[in-house]
C-alpha cells in the first residue's frame, strides 16, 4: 500500500524538483553576495543556508515517503500543535529585533509561524475537500473557517509578525477562488475585511506599520524617513540595468543601505548584481513553480490532493508577490521573505516541504 | 484505502475550471511584476545609474558618548571628552597612497602608523570610512579640515574618548576598554556591537557596559562620487549611555593609594561601611593608567603590564589571597569564647613559647607575655595564648568561626574575579594531599599562619561584621545607575548576607580587645592613636609569613629577600564605638603588620573622619 513504489520513482516529479532546486541555487550565490565582508571562505550567513537547503532536500525527499491522503487525518492535530506552538513562542519566545518569533530549541531555533502556513494550508484542504467540490459556499460555512484563520493570526500579529499574519490570511482566502461562492455571500466578506483591516489599524498596527501605509500612499510624505528603503531598493533595482553590474559589485548592496537586504530586501541585490536579465530568469523560473504547481491541482485524482496543491501554490504566489512588489515599490513596506531567496531556515524549509507535498500530489496521481 | 479517500469525490469540473482562470491570473500578475521590473532597469536604468553612482549613499556609524562613573559624592571618575579622527572611504578616494602621505604632513601622525591604520579594505569595507588617525587636537584638526575640498574621500568626525581623570587611580575597579574581538562577535550576547565598537574589558567598564555604552546611533549621507556630502538622508541620534553612580568616596580611594605609593607598596586597601556593605575604597598597586587603552591599546604596553612580574592588572583588593597573620586571633577568640573553653579571666602564661611533642612553638615576642588573659593576649597579639587556645578548639571548630564570619567565601562584590580565599578543615586536608591533618598544623592556624588564605575585601567584611553587632553584608560598590538626565534606572541597598551565629557578650570582648590594640599600653596598633576629633579607633595587626613555619622558628624579615618577607596587615574601625568606617590594609612583603600596613590604614581613617568634621579641604 504505502511506502516507495516502483512507479513512485518513474513519476518522479522532476520539473518541479527542478526548478526548485536552481531558484535555490540562485539563492544561496546571492546571500553570498548580500552578506557582510568575511575575510576567508563563504559567509556565515551563505554557509548556514546551504547548511539548511541541506536538511530541506532531505527533509523534501522524506516528505515524499507517505503518500499524501495520509495528512488529511491529520490536519486537525497538525493544526493543534502548531496552535500550542504559537502559545508558546508568545510565553517564552526568543526576541530578536523587538520580534518574538522563535522557539529557542538549543541549536536550532524554530519559527512555528512558519507551520502555521502548512497546517492551515493543510486544514483548509481538508474541510473543503470533505465538502465537495459542488455544494455552494455561503456565508454561515466561513463562520468556522473565519475562527480557524483568526486563532493563529492573533497569535501570529501579536509576535508581532505582520508580514507572516497577512500571508496566512491571503493564503487561506484564496481557497474561495476554488469553490462556489454566492455573490451576496462574497460582497459581505468583503465589507467584513474592509472592516477587520479598519479593527487592526486601529488597534493593533504599530505606528512604524502605520507609517508604511502612509508612504507607500505618499512617498513624498517622508522621502528620507520610512520611504528611504523604498526608494533606496528601486534605486538598487534600477541601477542594475538590463544585464546589471556583476557579481558582487553593486555599490548600492555593497553599501548597508537596507538593513534586510539578506532577508526582505534580497531581490534588490539581484536586480542590482544580475540586472533585468537575471531577475526574468529568476522570475521565470518562479512562474514555472506555480503553473506546475496548478497543473498538478488540475491532474490530482482527489480534491483534498488539488486542493493542497492550489493552497500551496497560493503560498509561493502571495509571497513572491508581496515581497517583489514590495522591492519594487508597487507595494508597502511589509516583513514577508521571498521563498528560497531570502535568508532563513524556517522559511526555506517550509518551502522545502511544501514543495514535496506537491510533489507527493504530482507522483500519486496515478496510484489509484 | 477507502478511509484514506473518504473525501475523494469526483470532482464537477468546478476545480478544473477554476483552475485555468487561477493560471490566467498567476500569468498576467507576473507580466505586470515583469513589465515594471523592465521600465526600472531597462526604460529608467540609465537615471537610476547615475543614482546610484554619483549619489551613492554613505554610512556612519555614530558612537554614543560612553556614560560616566561617578563616586558617592558626584566626582567624576570616569567621562567621556570629544576628540577628533580622520577617515578616508577607499571607494571614494581616487589615489590612496598619495591621500594617506598628505594626511600624515596635515596631522603630523607618522606615515606608517597612518598606513597600517588605514589597513588593506577589501570588498564591502571599501564602500566604508576607514579611520586612519585618531584622539586628534582642534590645531591638527583645523589644517585638515582646511584642505578638506582637495582630499576625496577624506572626512573627519567627532568622537568620544574615555577620559579617566585620575589615571591609575581605581584603575582596576574602574576597568579598561577596548575594540571588540572578531571572537566575540559571533556570541549571541554581542550581537549589537559591531567590529570595532568599544567594549568595557575590565572593572565597571566591563560589568555595566550595556548601560555605560548607550545605543549608537548612525547617518545616511547621500555622497557623490568624489565622497562630497550632498545631502543627510536619515540620522538616528547615539543614545548617551546611562551615568554610574558608586559607594566609593574619591578622597579615601586618593588617600589609600598615595599612602600605598608613598613607598611604593605592592598591596591593597579596603574600606567599607560597617553598616552598610558599602565599599568606600578599594586600592590596588601597582596599577596602570587606563587613559592609554582608551583609543585602542598598544600591544608593546599590554605585553608589559601582562608579563610585569608584580601583576600590575590584578585586583589585590579582591583577587589576592594571602594568610591572615594575627588579624585571625579574632576568630581563635571567639571560637574558644563560644566553646566556652575559655572565658574573659581565663590565663594562660606565655613563657615566650609552647612546646608540642617535639616541636617548639615560639611567640613573636621572645622574652613572652607572662600571665595573659584573652583581652590582654589579644591586645599584645600573643601568640602563645592563641596556640593553646587553637590546640584544645581543633582546626574544625575554628573552621566554623571562620566560615561564620564570611571567611573563605567570596563578598558578594559585584565586580568579577573576587577569589573565595580558603579555610581548611581536616577532610581538606585529606582531599588535597591525602595526609592527615596533624596537630601542629592548628596550632599554626590557630595564629593565623598556615592554610588559611583571605583576601584583603573579606578581612574588611569580616572585621565589619565584628564591628556592627553581628551582621554580614554583601559588599558592594554600585549605588545608582542613571540616565543622562538623572532619571534613577536602578538603584541598590544594602543586602544582608547573614547574622553572625555569635552571642552579643563575646562579640563585646573581642571588640574591647580590638580596641586595646590601639589605646591601651604595649598595644600593636598604637599608630591609630591620636584621631581627628578625639576618635578612638580599634584594630589588629597581621603579619603574615611568607617562609613557611616549617622550622618553628619566626625569622627577622628583614635578613630575608623582598620576595621572602611577610606580608604586613592591618585591619582597623572606628569609632570604636558604633563604628563608621572599616580599613583593611595588606602590604605584600611589607613586614610587620603595626609598622609597614597601620599608616597607610591611619590615612584613610584620618581622610574620612576629616570629611566628616569638614576640615577636609580637597576637591
Given at each position: 500500500?504505502?511506502?516507495?513504489?516502483?512507479?513512485?520513482?518513474?513519476?518522479?516529479?522532476?520539473?518541479?524538483?527542478?526548478?526548485?532546486?536552481?531558484?535555490?541555487?540562485?539563492g544561496?550565490?546571492?546571500?553570498?553576495?548580500?552578506?557582510?565582508?568575511?575575510?576567508?571562505?563563504?559567509?556565515?550567513?551563505?554557509?548556514?543556508?546551504?547548511?539548511?537547503?541541506?536538511?530541506?532536500?532531505?527533509?523534501?525527499?522524506?516528505?515524499l515517503?507517505?503518500?499524501?491522503?495520509t495528512?488529511?487525518r491529520?490536519?486537525?492535530?497538525?493544526?493543534?500543535?502548531?496552535?500550542?506552538?504559537?502559545?508558546?513562542v508568545?510565553?517564552?519566545?526568543?526576541?530578536?529585533?523587538?520580534?518574538?518569533?522563535?522557539?529557542?530549541?538549543?541549536?536550532?531555533n524554530?519559527?512555528?509561524?512558519?507551520?502555521?502556513?502548512?497546517?492551515?494550508?493543510?486544514?483548509?484542504?481538508?474541510?473543503?475537500?470533505?465538502?465537495?467540490?459542488?455544494?455552494?459556499?455561503?456565508?454561515?460555512?466561513?463562520?468556522?473557517?473565519?475562527?480557524?484563520?483568526?486563532?493563529?493570526?492573533?497569535?501570529?500579529?501579536?509576535?508581532?509578525?505582520?508580514?507572516?499574519?497577512?500571508?496566512l490570511?491571503?493564503?487561506?482566502?484564496?481557497?474561495?477562488?476554488?469553490?462556489?461562492?454566492?455573490?451576496?455571500?462574497?460582497?459581505?466578506?468583503?465589507?467584513?475585511?474592509?472592516?477587520?483591516?479598519?479593527?487592526?489599524?486601529?488597534?493593533?498596527?504599530?505606528?512604524?506599520?502605520?507609517?508604511?501605509?502612509?508612504?507607500?500612499?505618499?512617498?513624498?510624505?517622508?522621502?528620507?524617513?520610512?520611504?528611504?528603503?523604498?526608494?533606496?531598493?528601486?534605486i538598487?533595482?534600477?541601477?542594475?540595468?538590463?544585464?546589471?553590474?556583476?557579481?558582487?559589485?553593486?555599490?548600492?548592496?555593497?553599501?548597508?543601505?537596507?538593513?534586510?537586504q539578506?532577508?526582505?530586501?534580497?531581490?534588490?541585490?539581484?536586480?542590482?548584481?544580475?540586472?533585468?536579465?537575471?531577475?526574468?530568469?529568476?522570475?521565470?523560473?518562479?512562474?514555472?513553480?506555480?503553473?506546475?504547481?496548478?497543473?498538478?491541482?488540475?491532474?490530482?485524482?482527489?480534491?483534498?490532493?488539488?486542493?493542497?496543491?492550489?493552497?500551496?501554490v497560493?503560498?509561493?504566489?502571495?509571497?513572491?508577490?508581496?515581497?517583489?512588489?514590495?522591492?519594487?515599490?508597487?507595494?508597502?513596506?511589509?516583513?514577508?521573505?521571498?521563498?528560497?531567496?531570502?535568508?532563513g531556515g524556517?522559511?526555506l524549509?517550509?518551502?522545502?516541504?511544501?514543495?514535496?507535498?506537491?510533489?507527493?500530489?504530482?507522483?500519486?496521481?496515478?496510484?489509484? | 484505502m477507502?478511509?484514506?479517500?473518504?473525501?475523494?469525490q469526483?470532482?464537477?469540473?468546478?476545480?478544473?475550471?477554476?483552475?485555468?482562470?487561477?493560471?490566467?491570473?498567476?500569468?498576467s500578475?507576473?507580466?505586470?511584476?515583469?513589465?515594471?521590473?523592465?521600465?526600472?532597469q531597462?526604460?529608467?536604468?540609465?537615471?537610476?545609474k547615475?543614482?546610484?553612482?554619483?549619489?551613492?549613499?554613505?554610512?556612519?556609524?555614530?558612537?554614543?558618548?560612553?556614560?560616566?562613573?561617578?563616586?558617592?559624592?558626584?566626582?567624576?571618575?570616569?567621562?567621556?571628552?570629544p576628540?577628533?579622527?580622520?577617515?578616508?572611504?577607499p571607494?571614494?578616494?581616487?589615489?590612496?597612497?598619495?591621500?594617506?602621505?598628505?594626511?600624515?604632513?596635515l596631522?603630523?601622525?607618522?606615515?606608517?602608523?597612518?598606513?597600517?591604520?588605514?589597513?588593506?579594505p577589501?570588498?564591502?569595507?571599501?564602500?566604508?570610512?576607514?579611520?586612519?588617525?585618531?584622539?586628534?587636537?582642534?590645531?591638527?584638526?583645523?589644517?585638515?579640515?582646511?584642505?578638506?575640498?582637495?582630499l576625496?574621500?577624506?572626512?573627519t568626525?567627532?568622537?568620544?574618548?574615555?577620559?579617566?581623570?585620575?589615571?591609575?587611580?581605581?584603575?582596576?575597579?574602574?576597568?579598561?576598554?577596548?575594540?571588540?574581538?572578531?571572537?566575540?562577535?559571533?556570541?549571541?550576547?554581542?550581537?549589537?556591537?559591531?567590529?570595532?565598537?568599544?567594549?568595557?574589558?575590565?572593572?565597571?567598564?566591563?560589568?555595566?557596559?550595556?548601560?555605560?555604552?548607550?545605543?549608537?546611533?548612525?547617518?545616511?549621507?547621500?555622497?557623490?562620487?568624489?565622497?562630497?556630502?550632498?545631502?543627510?538622508?536619515?540620522?538616528?541620534?547615539?543614545?548617551?549611555?546611562?551615568?554610574?553612580?558608586?559607594?566609593?568616596?574619591?578622597?579615601?580611594?586618593?588617600?589609600?593609594?598615595?599612602?600605598?605609593?608613598?613607598?611604593?607598596?605592592?598591596?591593597?586597601?579596603v574600606?567599607?561601611?560597617p553598616?552598610?556593605?558599602?565599599?568606600?575604597?578599594l586600592?590596588?598597586?601597582?596599577?596602570?593608567?587606563?587613559?592609554?587603552?582608551?583609543?585602542?591599546?598598544?600591544?608593546?604596553?599590554?605585553?608589559?603590564?601582562?608579563?610585569?612580574?608584580?601583576?600590575?592588572?590584578?585586583?589585590?583588593?579582591l583577587?589576592?589571597q594571602?594568610?591572615?597573620?594575627?588579624?585571625y586571633?579574632?576568630?581563635?577568640?571567639?571560637?574558644?569564647?563560644?566553646?566556652?573553653?575559655?572565658?574573659?579571666?581565663?590565663?594562660?602564661h606565655?613563657?615566650?613559647?609552647?612546646?608540642?611533642?617535639?616541636?617548639?612553638?615560639?611567640?613573636?615576642?621572645?622574652?613572652?607575655?607572662?600571665?595573659?588573659?584573652?583581652?590582654?593576649?589579644?591586645?599584645?597579639?600573643?601568640?602563645?595564648?592563641?596556640?593553646?587556645?587553637?590546640?584544645?578548639?581543633?582546626?574544625?571548630?575554628?573552621?566554623?568561626?571562620?566560615?561564620?564570619?564570611?571567611?573563605?567565601?567570596?563578598?558578594?562584590?559585584?565586580?568579577?574575579?573576587?577569589?573565595?580565599?580558603?579555610?581548611p578543615?581536616?577532610?581538606?586536608r585529606?582531599?588535597?594531599?591525602?595526609?592527615?591533618?596533624?596537630?601542629?598544623?592548628?596550632?599554626?592556624?590557630?595564629?593565623?599562619?598556615?592554610?588559611?588564605?583571605?583576601?584583603?575585601?573579606?578581612?574588611?567584611?569580616?572585621?565589619?561584621?565584628?564591628?556592627?553587632?553581628?551582621?554580614?553584608?554583601?559588599?558592594?560598590?554600585?549605588?545608582?545607575?542613571?540616565?543622562?538626565?538623572?532619571?534613577?534606572?536602578?538603584?541598590?541597598?544594602?543586602?544582608?548576607?547573614?547574622?553572625?551565629?555569635?552571642?552579643?557578650?563575646?562579640?563585646?570582648?573581642?571588640?574591647?580587645?580590638?580596641?586595646?590594640?590601639?589605646?591601651?599600653?604595649?598595644?600593636?596598633?598604637?599608630?591609630?592613636?591620636?584621631?581627628?576629633?578625639?576618635?578612638?579607633?580599634?584594630?589588629?595587626?597581621g603579619?603574615?609569613?611568607?617562609v613557611?613555619?616549617?622550622?618553628?622558628?619566626r625569622v627577622?624579615?628583614?635578613?630575608?629577600a623582598?620576595?621572602?618577607?611577610?606580608?604586613?596587615?592591618?585591619?582597623?574601625?572606628?569609632?570604636?564605638?558604633?563604628?563608621?568606617?572599616?580599613?583593611?590594609?595588606?602590604?605584600?612583603?611589607?613586614g610587620?603588620?603595626?609598622?609597614?600596613?597601620?599608616?597607610?590604614?591611619?590615612d584613610?581613617?584620618?581622610?574620612?573622619?576629616?570629611?566628616?568634621?569638614?576640615?577636609y579641604?580637597?576637591?
Open positions: 500500500m504505502q511506502g516507495i513504489d516502483r512507479r513512485l520513482i518513474q513519476n518522479f516529479e522532476w520539473p518541479l524538483f527542478t526548478m526548485a532546486v536552481l531558484v535555490a541555487g540562485i544561496i550565490v546571492n546571500l553570498v553576495s548580500a552578506s557582510p565582508e568575511q575575510t576567508t571562505g563563504l559567509p556565515d550567513t551563505a554557509w548556514r543556508q546551504l547548511v539548511w537547503l541541506g536538511i530541506g532536500i532531505v527533509l523534501l525527499f522524506a516528505t515517503v507517505p503518500d499524501y491522503r495528512l488529511e491529520f490536519a486537525l492535530p497538525f493544526y493543534a500543535a502548531v496552535v500550542v506552538l504559537l502559545v508558546a508568545l510565553l517564552g519566545g526568543r526576541i530578536v529585533n523587538g520580534s518574538q518569533r522563535w522557539l529557542d530549541l538549543g541549536p536550532l524554530l519559527q512555528p509561524s512558519e507551520l502555521a502556513k502548512l497546517a492551515m494550508i493543510v486544514l483548509f484542504a481538508r474541510l473543503l475537500a470533505r465538502r465537495g467540490a459542488s455544494a455552494p459556499v455561503g456565508l454561515r460555512d466561513l463562520i468556522v473557517p473565519g475562527i480557524l484563520i483568526a486563532i493563529p493570526a492573533a497569535l501570529i500579529v501579536k509576535q508581532p509578525d505582520l508580514g507572516t499574519t497577512l500571508i490570511c491571503v493564503v487561506s482566502g484564496s481557497f474561495l477562488a476554488v469553490t462556489r461562492v454566492r455573490v451576496f455571500s462574497f460582497l459581505l466578506l468583503a465589507a467584513i475585511a474592509v472592516g477587520a483591516a479598519a479593527v487592526a489599524w486601529l488597534f493593533f498596527l504599530h505606528d512604524y506599520q502605520k507609517e508604511r501605509v502612509f508612504t507607500f500612499l505618499n512617498p513624498e510624505r517622508d522621502p528620507l524617513g520610512a520611504a528611504y528603503h523604498a526608494i533606496q531598493s528601486q538598487a533595482v534600477g541601477s542594475g540595468g538590463l544585464f546589471g553590474k556583476g557579481f558582487g559589485q553593486g555599490s548600492q548592496s555593497q553599501l548597508d543601505f537596507l538593513p534586510e539578506q532577508t526582505d530586501f534580497v531581490f534588490s541585490v539581484l536586480g542590482e548584481e544580475w540586472g533585468f536579465v537575471g531577475v526574468a530568469v529568476v522570475l521565470a523560473l518562479y512562474l514555472g513553480i506555480l503553473i506546475r504547481g496548478l497543473m498538478i491541482a488540475h491532474s490530482s485524482k482527489d480534491l483534498f490532493g488539488s486542493y493542497l496543491a492550489v493552497g500551496i497560493a503560498l509561493f504566489f502571495w509571497a513572491g508577490v508581496i515581497n517583489i512588489g514590495m522591492v519594487i515599490g508597487v507595494l508597502p513596506v511589509v516583513g514577508v521573505p521571498l521563498p528560497m531567496l531570502s535568508y524556517s522559511a524549509l517550509t518551502c522545502m516541504i511544501a514543495l514535496g507535498l506537491l510533489m507527493n500530489v504530482s507522483m500519486r496521481r496515478y496510484v489509484f | 477507502n478511509r484514506l479517500t473518504s473525501s475523494a469526483p470532482s464537477d469540473g468546478t476545480v478544473e475550471r477554476r483552475l485555468t482562470g487561477i493560471a490566467l491570473l498567476v500569468v500578475v507576473w507580466m505586470l511584476l515583469l513589465t515594471r521590473l523592465f521600465y526600472l531597462v526604460v529608467q536604468g540609465d537615471v537610476y547615475v543614482s546610484a553612482e554619483r549619489n551613492s549613499v554613505r554610512s556612519q556609524r555614530v558612537q554614543a558618548p560612553r556614560g560616566a562613573v561617578l563616586d558617592r559624592h558626584g566626582e567624576s571618575l570616569v567621562d567621556s571628552r576628540a577628533f579622527e580622520v577617515l578616508v572611504v571607494h571614494e578616494t581616487e589615489d590612496v597612497p598619495a591621500t594617506l602621505t598628505r594626511i600624515s604632513g596631522t603630523g601622525r607618522d606615515l606608517a602608523a597612518v598606513q597600517k591604520s588605514y589597513g588593506v577589501r570588498g564591502r569595507a571599501r564602500f566604508q570610512p576607514q579611520r586612519v588617525a585618531h584622539d586628534l587636537d582642534r590645531d591638527a584638526l583645523a589644517s585638515v579640515e582646511a584642505r578638506l575640498w582637495a576625496g574621500g577624506v572626512l568626525q567627532v568622537t568620544p574618548v574615555r577620559g579617566y581623570r585620575y589615571g591609575a587611580s581605581a584603575a582596576h575597579l574602574l576597568g579598561w576598554l577596548g575594540e571588540v574581538g572578531p571572537e566575540q562577535l559571533r556570541e549571541k550576547e554581542f550581537q549589537s556591537y559591531r567590529l570595532g565598537d568599544i567594549i568595557g574589558r575590565g572593572g565597571i567598564e566591563r560589568l555595566l557596559d550595556s548601560d555605560l555604552r548607550g545605543r549608537p546611533g548612525g547617518r545616511n549621507l547621500l555622497v557623490d562620487a568624489h565622497g562630497k556630502e550632498l545631502d543627510l538622508l536619515s540620522l538616528v541620534e547615539p543614545q548617551p549611555g546611562r551615568n554610574v553612580v558608586l559607594t566609593l568616596d574619591h578622597a579615601l580611594q586618593e588617600a589609600a593609594e598615595a599612602a600605598l605609593d608613598r613607598e611604593q607598596k605592592t598591596g591593597a586597601v574600606a567599607l561601611d553598616r552598610t556593605g558599602e565599599v568606600l575604597a586600592a590596588s598597586r601597582p596599577a596602570f593608567d587606563p587613559n592609554g587603552f582608551a583609543t585602542g591599546i598598544d600591544p608593546e604596553i599590554w605585553r608589559g603590564l601582562t608579563n610585569d612580574p608584580l601583576k600590575p592588572l590584578m585586583n589585590r583588593a583577587q589576592g594571602y594568610p591572615p597573620g594575627s588579624t586571633k579574632v576568630v581563635t577568640a571567639i571560637a574558644g569564647l563560644e566553646e566556652k573553653l575559655v572565658d574573659a579571666h581565663t590565663e594562660v606565655c613563657g615566650g613559647s609552647f612546646r608540642l611533642g617535639r616541636r617548639t612553638y615560639r611567640c613573636w615576642k621572645k622574652e613572652g607575655h607572662g600571665t595573659v588573659d584573652l583581652h590582654t593576649a589579644l591586645v599584645q597579639s600573643c601568640d602563645v595564648y592563641f596556640y593553646k587556645l587553637g590546640l584544645e578548639l581543633g582546626v574544625n571548630r575554628l573552621a566554623y568561626y571562620a566560615r561564620s564570619l564570611g571567611l573563605g567565601a567570596r563578598t558578594g562584590i559585584e565586580l568579577g574575579g573576587e577569589m573565595a580565599g580558603l579555610v578543615t581536616k577532610e581538606w585529606q582531599l588535597r594531599d591525602g595526609t592527615p591533618w596533624v596537630e601542629g598544623d592548628t596550632v599554626s592556624v590557630a595564629i593565623g599562619q598556615g592554610a588559611n588564605l583571605w583576601t584583603p575585601l573579606q578581612l574588611a567584611a569580616a572585621y565589619s561584621a565584628i564591628a556592627n553587632g553581628g551582621t554580614r553584608y554583601k559588599t558592594h560598590l554600585l549605588k545608582r545607575i542613571e540616565e543622562p538626565d538623572g532619571t534613577v534606572v536602578r538603584s541598590f541597598e544594602p543586602e544582608i548576607a547573614g547574622e553572625v551565629p555569635v552571642s552579643a557578650g563575646t562579640l563585646a570582648l573581642v571588640r574591647a580587645g580590638l580596641a586595646g590594640v590601639v589605646n591601651e599600653p604595649h598595644g600593636t596598633g598604637a599608630l591609630m592613636r591620636n584621631l581627628p576629633g578625639g576618635v578612638l579607633a580599634a584594630g589588629k595587626t603579619t603574615a609569613q611568607v613557611g613555619m616549617a622550622s618553628g622558628e627577622d624579615t628583614k635578613d630575608l623582598r620576595q621572602h618577607r611577610d606580608h604586613a596587615w592591618f585591619v582597623t574601625y572606628a569609632p570604636a564605638e558604633n563604628p563608621r568606617i572599616v580599613v583593611a590594609v595588606l602590604v605584600e612583603h611589607g610587620h603588620g603595626g609598622s609597614a600596613a597601620a599608616p597607610v590604614a591611619r584613610v581613617v584620618v581622610r574620612f573622619l576629616e570629611r566628616e568634621l569638614g576640615t579641604a580637597g576637591n
